[in-house]
């Protein structure tokens, strides 16, 4: 099949393409490689080292003996987009080119705009861009579970059932989502259905969990295909982020009481569920939803379970409870549905102690390369103010810690290269 991909350059874009290209299909990847300026922004970056984009694509090339082939295109520039798309005439596509941050769509206002625009815009110009030159096209795209929140009923996949006034009716989810980025998920879950709706275009809407793991067996098989590995507070997830505390010494830090529970997911299982989603393509018309993940936890007991995992392996790590920047519910009622996948072919791979064990491992081998002061939270959900635990978790602020700070202030005050993004994007 031929396959376009967005966003191939990231975390889980990277492993599908290579993936999708393993399986034999055809696939061109593009990116727009907002993710690596987004870390320079933030002074962040993968742990591990990775290649540029078109270094990936030829080690790929030398060591399958496969092509993928990857261009730089905008989602947000409808000329580039739909040039690509009339010329590739994909038979899937599967979006993945969003800024897929909820810390970083709190930052302030430029930031929320920037998300917004990206991800609602990009998702839009697609749809057009499908509707006009490659109709039959399914489009996969990455939502998130988060745009749900965490209701006291259990969460359906995507639509429920309701009774109302005697009458009954199969309707959306009703969604909570936790932020400006799930919002913005949120925002295109609505554009892609009207669209689905209106032009009788086909889609699936994957609610992906908190992804966990690194490698695929592809991304681990050369050093020129390894994968991103993020542990900021900003676009790390918690687990990952646990196993880098662990490989820094610790301590784990908790937001808040700990209780918070979401679905999660391993990266192999990731790949999987797309190329599940691809084989079995909805009829036209239907915004088909499925709940990308495979197992729920709260972070408390990712916490135990990451310093069990250390303790056998000889390290010794705290567990620290500290200020939660988010507003969200710390504990709840948790159940969500996530059999549509399962049904579908998927064998999950379950947490497991030798994936934590792994993880730690691979932390420990680039830890050189960690940026301590980039791994708790600096940014306040309730009102945008700078949280002080950065630079006071080791005792002492670091020169790199109190930057980060003046530049949280800086854009707060709009004069960033961040709030001249945005703007440039409003036009
Ligand atoms: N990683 C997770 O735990 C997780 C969980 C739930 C949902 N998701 C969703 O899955 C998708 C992929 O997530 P990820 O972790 O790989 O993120 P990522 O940030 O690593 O990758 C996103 C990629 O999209 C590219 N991109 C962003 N905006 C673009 C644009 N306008 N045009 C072209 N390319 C653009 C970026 O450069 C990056 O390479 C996102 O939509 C994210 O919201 C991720």
């Not at 936790?178 to 879950?189: E, I, Q």
């Not at 979401?262 to 939803?289: H, K, N, S, Y």
């Not at 709940?291 to 990712?302: C, H, K, R």
Request: with cysteine; hydrophobic share 40%.
């Amino acid at each position: 099949m031929r396959i376009l991909i967005a966003g191939g350059d990231g975390f889980c874009g990277w492993p599908t393409s290579l993936h999708l290209s393993a399986a034999g299909h055809e696939v061109v990847l593009i990116d727009n490689l907002m993710r690596r300026r987004w870390d320079e922004e933030l002074h962040s970056g993968s742990l591990t080292p990775i290649a540029e984009l078109q270094q990936r694509v030829a080690v790929w090339q030398q060591y399958s003996g496969r092509s993928i082939t990857a261009e730089i295109v905008d989602l947000t520039d409808e000329g580039q987009l739909f040039e690509v798309i009339a010329r590739v005439r994909p038979e899937a596509t599967v979006h993945f080119a969003e800024q897929s941050s909820a810390p970083y769509s709190m930052i302030d206002a430029s930031h929320a705009v920037a998300t917004q625009v990206n991800n609602v815009v990009g998702t839009l110009n697609l749809l057009f861009a499908i509707r006009d030159f490659a109709p039959d096209c399914h489009l996969v795209k990455l939502g998130t579970m988060g745009e749900y929140g965490t209701p006291d009923i259990d969460i359906e996949e995507g639509y429920i059932e309701i009774e109302h006034n005697g009458r009954c009716d199969v309707l959306p989810y009703p969604k909570q989502p936790g932020s400006f980025y799930h919002l913005s998920k949120v925002h295109d879950s609505d554009n892609i259905l009207f669209a689905c709706r209106t032009w009788g275009l086909r889609a699936t809407d994957l609610n992906q969990g908190i992804v966990y793991n690194v490698q695929t067996e592809h991304t681990a098989a050369h050093p020129g295909l390894v994968n991103r590995y993020d542990y900021d507070a900003v676009f790390g997830t918690v687990l990952n982020r646990f196993c880098v505390q662990t490989a820094l010494g610790g301590p784990l830090t908790v937001y808040g009481e700990g209780g918070q529970t979401r679905g999660f997911i391993d990266l192999r299982d990731t790949v999987r569920c797309i190329e599940l989603a691809i084989e079995t393509p909805p009829p036209a018309g239907q915004m088909r939803v499925m709940n990308q993940f495979t197992q729920q936890f709260s972070v408390a007991e990712l916490a135990a379970l990451v310093a069990k995992v250390a303790a056998r392996k000889g390290i010794e790590v705290e567990i620290r409870k500290v200020g939660n920047p988010r507003v969200e519910r710390e504990r709840h009622y948790y159940k969500a549905a996530h059999s549509a996948l399962v049904n579908l072919g998927l064998k999950p791979h379950l947490m497991s102690e030798e994936t934590i064990e792994r993880l730690i491992s691979i932390a420990i081998e680039h830890r050189g390369r960690a940026r301590k002061e980039t791994i708790l939270p600096s940014i306040r959900w309730r009102d945008g103010g700078a949280m002080h635990s950065p630079v006071r978790v080791d005792g002492e602020a670091s020169g790199e810690a109190a930057d980060r700070l003046e530049a949280t202030m800086r854009w707060r005050r709009g004069d960033s290269a961040a709030a001249g993004f945005a703007r440039g994007r409003m036009g």
